[in-house]
T-cell receptor, first 110, second 115 residues
Framework: GIQVEQSPPDLILQEGANSTLRCNFS?????LQWFHQNPWGQLINLFY???GTKQNGRLSATTVATERYSLLYISSSQTTDSGVYFC????????????FGQGTTLQVKP | DGGITQSPKYLFRKEGQNVTLSCEQN?????MYWYRQDPGQGLRLIYY???????QKGDIAEGYSVSREKKESFPLTVTSAQKNPTAFYLC??????????????FGDGTRLSIL
């Protein structure tokens, strides 16, 4: 099956700093989503981005499907950005099934 | 507001007991999913359903069962055959088989522990 690797596993930032999170995947996908899990466990969908670039406020994401990676950019980080960021991909079988990476744990210090 | 409701938030199970986790959605989504999350880990798919009265096993279905009698509801039963049930369980939904690659939206989860 598809393997999903996220890096770095842990990241500590000072408030206001920028960061880039990476997601590599081992096979062709037609579904890629980024999620944020807050300290209470709630999982929020940030982007549905199987290819191309999207921006939402301070967050943006880029997926280069031909090279099998996606990047999540966080600019001017805030303490509320803390939590775990997951990348999840779906294969071309169109079942909607997602395979999750292990996540990047982000801590933003005031 | 539309969304996914999971209940209860916390659940305790005795040895040899079956327990059922509830998941209800009012998003008019056809597809629903159950995931398991262990501490410090990503999510793993237990079961999924793309349409009413149909469901398929995910990667870790052993010791679990589901039903999909209504579009809005997808309950998960953790049976006594699941030897390590302590985990955080998350339910999700998305548009469904006609639009399979759409964003998945999650409930707030149920934390299950063994007494």
């Amino acid at each position: 099956g598809i393997q999903v690797e996220q890096s770095p596993p842990d990241l500590i930032l000072q408030e206001g700093a920028n960061s880039t999170l990476r997601c590599n995947f081992s096979d062709s996908v037609n579904n890629l989503q980024w999620f944020h899990q807050n300290p209470w466990g709630q999982l929020i969908n940030l982007f549905y981005i199987p290819s191309g670039t999207k921006q939402n406020g301070r967050l943006s994401a880029t997926t280069v499907a031909t090279e099998r990676y996606s990047l999540l950019y966080i600019s001017s980080s805030q303490t509320t950005d803390s939590g775990v960021y997951f990348c999840a991909v779906g294969a071309a079988s169109n079942t909607g099934k997602l395979i999750f990476g292990q996540g990047t744990t982000l801590q933003v210090k005031p | 507001d539309g969304g996914i409701t999971q209940s209860p938030k916390y659940l305790f199970r005795k040895e040899g007991q079956n327990v059922t986790l509830s998941c209800e959605q009012n998003l008019n989504h056809d597809a629903m999913y159950w995931y398991r999350q262990d501490p410090g880990q990503g999510l793993r798919l237990i079961y999924y359903s793309q349409i009413v009265n149909d469901f398929q096993k995910g990667d870790i279905a052993e010791g679990y069962s589901v039903s999909r009698e209504k579009k809005e509801s997808f309950p998960l039963t953790v049976t006594s055959a699941q030897k390590n049930p302590t985990a955080f369980y998350l339910c999700a939904s998305s548009s469904g088989p006609l639009k399979p690659n759409q964003p998945q939206h999650f409930g707030d989860g149920t934390r299950l522990s063994i007494l």
